[in-house]
C-alpha cells in the first residue's frame, strides 16, 4: 500500500523545486481564511483562528458579517457568559480572571468554523515598579511624544506561561514568536496588536502567492519591553513596546535569513526592497488601510542578514538604515 504513494510523493517534490512561477506555492498554501467574517469590537476578523486581548470581564461584541445566506450561525463558549442578540450577533462577557479562553462561530451545517482565541489581559494598573510577577518590563513614556493616539498606555500584558507559550494567534503565527527577547523566567508578559497579526497574515498569504513556500514569516523581534527596548538604546518610542510592530523575513527554508527573493543567488537588500514592494502592495488596497503604518529597511548585521521593520502606527512613514557588515 505504502507504494502506490512514492510516485505522488516524488511528482510533489519535482513540482516544488521546478516552479519558478509559484502556482504550485500558491496552490498549495493553506491561507486560514474562513468564508465569513466576524465583526469584533471595531476589528473585522475573517481567519478561521484569530486572537483577541481583552480585559477582565470585558465586553465583546460579536456579528457574523459577508455570510451565506438563510445559513444559521452560533455562538459557544464554556467561559464566561453569553447573550445572544440577533441571528448573528452575540454579546460574550469574558471571564474574570486572566488567562486564555476560546470561543467559536460556527455554521448549523457543520462547514465552517472560526475559533475566537480570546487572551484576558493582565490590567497595566497591576505593573508595581516596573515589575510584573518578577519579570521585568520597566517604565512606559509618561509623554506621548504629542501622539497619543500612536502610543496609548497599555490597556493590559497578555500571560505567556510554559503551558500557552506556544498556542496559535493566528492560523500560521504563535504567541511564542512575539516574545520579548530578554532574559527572565516564565511567566513572561506581551502587549499585542490584533491589527499587526492580520497585517503579518496579509503579507504571508502574499509571498506565498508570489511563489515562495514559507509557512510562517521569522520575527526577529516582536514586543520589546521598554527596560529591554531601553538596554538596546532603541528609540524611546519604539512600537515594538506597545506590540503594534514587528521586525520580520521570509526564511521558507530555515536557514535563518532572507530567501532570494529576487532569485539572484544572492541574500541582500535587493531582497528586502521585494518584501517591501509586498507590502506596500497591500498598503494600497483599501481594505487594508486600518493597518497602514511603518516600514523600515535594514541591512545585515553581525547576528544576523537584512530584515523588514514592519508596522500598524494608522499613518504612512518610511526609512532605510544600512549599517556596517
Same mark, same amino acid.
Given at each position: #500500500?505504502?507504494?502506490?504513494?512514492?510516485?505522488?510523493?516524488? #511528482?510533489?517534490?519535482?513540482?516544488?523545486?521546478?516552479?519558478?512561477?509559484?502556482? /504550485?506555492?500558491?496552490?498549495?498554501?493553506?491561507?486560514?481564511?474562513?468564508?465569513?467574517?466576524?465583526?469584533?469590537?471595531?476589528?473585522?476578523?475573517?481567519?478561521?483562528?484569530?486572537?483577541?486581548?481583552?480585559?477582565?470581564?470585558?465586553?465583546?461584541?460579536?456579528?457574523?458579517?459577508?455570510?451565506?445566506?438563510?445559513? +444559521?450561525?452560533?455562538?459557544?463558549?464554556? /467561559?464566561?457568559?453569553?447573550?445572544?442578540?440577533?441571528?448573528?450577533?452575540?454579546?460574550?462577557?469574558?471571564?474574570?480572571?486572566?488567562?486564555?479562553?476560546?470561543?467559536?462561530? /460556527?455554521?448549523?451545517?457543520?462547514?465552517?468554523?472560526?475559533?475566537?482565541?480570546?487572551?484576558?489581559?493582565?490590567?497595566? +494598573?497591576?505593573?508595581?515598579?516596573?515589575?510584573?510577577?518578577?519579570?521585568?518590563?520597566?517604565?512606559?513614556?509618561?509623554?506621548?511624544?504629542?501622539?497619543?493616539?500612536?502610543?496609548?498606555?497599555?490597556?493590559?500584558?497578555?500571560?505567556?506561561?510554559?503551558?500557552?507559550?506556544?498556542?496559535? %494567534?493566528?492560523?500560521? /503565527?504563535?504567541?511564542?514568536?512575539?516574545?520579548?527577547?530578554?532574559?527572565?523566567?516564565?511567566?513572561?508578559?506581551?502587549?499585542?496588536? @490584533?491589527?499587526?497579526?492580520?497585517?503579518?497574515?496579509?503579507?504571508?498569504?502574499?509571498?506565498?502567492?508570489?511563489?515562495?513556500?514559507?509557512?510562517?514569516?521569522?520575527?526577529?523581534?516582536?514586543?520589546?519591553?521598554?527596560?529591554?527596548?531601553?538596554?538596546?538604546?532603541?528609540?524611546?518610542?519604539?512600537?515594538?513596546?506597545?506590540?503594534?510592530?514587528?521586525?520580520?523575513?521570509?526564511?521558507?527554508?530555515?536557514?535563518?535569513?532572507?530567501?532570494? %527573493?529576487?532569485?539572484?543567488?544572492?541574500?541582500?537588500?535587493?531582497?528586502?526592497?521585494?518584501?517591501?514592494?509586498?507590502?506596500?502592495?497591500?498598503? @494600497?488596497?483599501?481594505?487594508?488601510?486600518?493597518?497602514?503604518?511603518?516600514?523600515?529597511?535594514?541591512?545585515?548585521? @553581525?547576528?544576523?542578514?537584512?530584515?523588514?521593520?514592519?508596522?500598524?502606527?494608522?499613518?504612512?512613514?518610511?526609512?532605510?538604515?544600512?549599517?556596517?557588515?
Amino acid at each position: #500500500m505504502k507504494d502506490r504513494w512514492i510516485p505522488l510523493l516524488v #511528482m510533489v517534490l519535482f513540482l516544488m523545486l521546478s516552479d519558478p512561477s509559484g502556482t /504550485f506555492a500558491e496552490n498549495f498554501f493553506y491561507s486560514g481564511r474562513a468564508g465569513f467574517s466576524v465583526h469584533c469590537n471595531q476589528m473585522m476578523l475573517g481567519y478561521h483562528e484569530q486572537a483577541v486581548f481583552a480585559l477582565p470581564g470585558e465586553t465583546l461584541v460579536l456579528q457574523v458579517v459577508d455570510a451565506k445566506w438563510r445559513t +444559521e450561525y452560533f455562538f459557544d463558549s464554556e /467561559f464566561g457568559r453569553t447573550q445572544k442578540q440577533t441571528e448573528r450577533k452575540w454579546v460574550w462577557t469574558v471571564p474574570e480572571t486572566p488567562g486564555n479562553y476560546t470561543g467559536r462561530i /460556527f455554521q448549523l451545517n457543520g462547514e465552517e468554523a472560526v475559533f475566537i482565541y480570546c487572551f484576558v489581559m493582565v490590567p497595566f +494598573e497591576a505593573l508595581q515598579g516596573g515589575d510584573m510577577n518578577g519579570y521585568r518590563i520597566g517604565q512606559y513614556p509618561s509623554q506621548a511624544n504629542g501622539h497619543s493616539e500612536i502610543y496609548p498606555q497599555p490597556r493590559g500584558f497578555i500571560e505567556v506561561t510554559e503551558d500557552n507559550v506556544d498556542h496559535r %494567534l493566528m492560523p500560521h /503565527f504563535t504567541l511564542r514568536q512575539f516574545i520579548c527577547r530578554q532574559d527572565g523566567a516564565y511567566p513572561k508578559y506581551v502587549v499585542l496588536d @490584533e491589527r499587526l497579526l492580520i497585517k503579518l497574515e496579509v503579507l504571508l498569504a502574499r509571498v506565498n502567492l508570489e511563489g515562495f513556500a514559507c509557512h510562517t514569516l521569522s520575527v526577529s523581534s516582536g514586543y520589546r519591553t521598554p527596560y529591554y527596548n531601553q538596554r538596546l538604546g532603541n528609540a524611546k518610542y519604539s512600537l515594538h513596546m506597545w506590540g503594534r510592530a514587528a521586525d520580520i523575513f521570509v526564511d521558507g527554508n530555515g536557514d535563518h535569513k532572507m530567501d532570494d %527573493l529576487n532569485r539572484d543567488g544572492k541574500n541582500n537588500m535587493s531582497d528586502v526592497r521585494r518584501l517591501i514592494a509586498m507590502v506596500e502592495q497591500l498598503d @494600497e488596497e483599501p481594505r487594508h488601510h486600518d493597518k497602514i503604518g511603518g516600514l523600515g529597511l535594514y541591512d545585515r548585521t @553581525e547576528k544576523h542578514g537584512p530584515f523588514v521593520h514592519i508596522d500598524v502606527r494608522g499613518e504612512r512613514a518610511r526609512w532605510e538604515r544600512k549599517r556596517a557588515r
